[in-house]
């Protein structure tokens, strides 16, 4: 399977520069130099600096208009570039890494995803994008809440990272989302390695196209993991890798429209009656009723680890806040504003405009200069040349 994940502001170009450490064929794409040049492991030449004109290479400081006008700009240069990497290969899944709470990534990852949908009909653009954290206030959620919307149009599926959930404690931020991003990726490519690998019953890139083809709904990825020797019963930690604590977003589950999961360990842990046990729940609960497994016999391993994607989701706490709080939001601030308008024509009503206060015209001007007027005809004639008559 052919992914290609292309980052987009620096959230996105973080999360972009793991995968790459990962092996994965990655692009940055950002409206701040300073931040392209920070990343470590993918190569300069695949570091694109958009919106130079519109910013100076200085980022659009959370303006995902701004954001939007820098990628629309260099779009030209940005398609040549992956066109260039990609090829003659076909890519299946275009992964599309950013922030929604920002400038360049919330505004520019729509452009970017329509004009990849427009050139490679065939290939999918899936968004994974990296949710604020309630603490980060008003913009970042409203900035979330127009790009939920754009992509909603635009995308196969939207894989929603809830900053929120991930968040542990009160630990740094720098250092929270490092862990973020770590998570992200260590699921995201553990899954991704999974796929096209041979063996009895495994998920073929047509699968994973087939369960991220959800027109534009919200998808999430569960993860859980054991040692081998502990585990006691497999279908438990299948279970654990959908429940809430799990996945990347709160959502309900039952909204789900279809489910994947890849199960990676030793042979001897993998009981098919245990397995078939949990599929077989799952199966039930989600509303598409259909489930793609993988299995992955490994007896070097001494983990257990299942991978889980469910796709479709419509019904999610997570997307939901977002978007109730940016409306309200809205309705207060037109509200406000009209309040604002009517009080100013309140005050204002019944001024008059005072013209006859001062003084205009010949008589006016007389009041202020009080000698003789200038004759301006006479001494324009006394200037001139004599030629010039
Ligand atoms: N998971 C995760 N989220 C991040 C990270 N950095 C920023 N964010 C989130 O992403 C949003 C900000 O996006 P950035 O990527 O910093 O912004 P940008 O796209 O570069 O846009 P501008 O800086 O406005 O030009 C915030 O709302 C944060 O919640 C990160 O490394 N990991
Ligand atoms: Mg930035």
Known sequence: ???LIIGVGQCGTKIADLFSLVNFDAV????SRGDLDYLKHIPPERRILVGEGVTGGKGVNANPLLGREAMRRDLPTVMRK?????????VDIFFLTFGFGGGTGAGGTPILAEALKDEYPDSLVVAVGALPLREEGIRPTINAAITIDKLSKIADS?????NNKLKEGDEDISRAYEKINYTIVERIASLLALVDVPGEQTLDASDLKFVLKAFGSFATVGYAKADAGKIKNLSRLILKSFENEGLYLDANIESALYGLVAIHGPPETMKAAEIFEALDYLTKRIKGKQIFRGFYPDPREREIEVVTLLSGIYDSKSIEDIVVTA?????????????????????????PDFDDVYPTGEDGMSEIYDGPFPDVEEATKKLRRPKDD
């Open 82 to 90: 992956i066109g260039s990497l990609i090829g003659y290969e076909d």
């Open 158 to 162: 939207i894989i929603a990272i809830d």
């Open 1 to 3: 399977m052919k992914a």
């Open 327 to 351: 409306k309200q939001y809205a309705q207060s601030f037109i509200k406000a504003r009209e309040e604002a308008e009517v009080k100013q024509k309140k005050l204002l009503s019944g001024l």
């Open 28 to 31: 940055a794409i950002n409206t």
